[in-house]
């Protein structure tokens, strides 16, 4: 099973990015996707999970500004990403909760003017 990200890019502060995630063929069950952000020179850190039922959790530093969603009863995950800033950039993982974990290959997303 792979994730395969799509959305990112270059946008500037207060702009706003989607980014999707889909697991790259169907698979038994719904899983748990989260969304992680690496920004450059750290390490990954955890941003938001949606569960299969639809219940979500943030990280402190984007609630309020990003919004995770889900295709109901399907492993597709959009973060919907507003009032972006600067220590938004960086490289946006995809996890899903199948088998022991499953990370996507990542998406740039880069906040300049």
């Known amino acids: 099973v792979q994730l395969v990200e799509s959305g990112g890019g270059l946008a500037r502060p207060g702009g706003t990015l989607r980014l999707s995630c889909r697991v790259s063929y169907t698979i038994f069950g719904v899983y748990t996707m989260a969304w992680y952000h690496q920004a450059p020179g750290k390490e990954r850190e955890f941003i938001a999970r949606i569960n299969g039922g639809g219940i979500t959790d943030y990280a402190d530093s984007v609630k309020g500004r990003f919004t995770i969603s889900r295709e109901k009863d399907q492993n597709i995950a959009h973060l919907q990403m507003n009032s972006l800033e600067r220590e938004d950039t960086g490289v946006y993982y995809c996890?899903?909760?199948?088998?022991?974990?499953?990370w996507g290959q990542g998406t740039q997303v880069t906040v300049s003017s």
């Open positions: 996890w899903m909760n199948h088998m022991e974990g499953v």
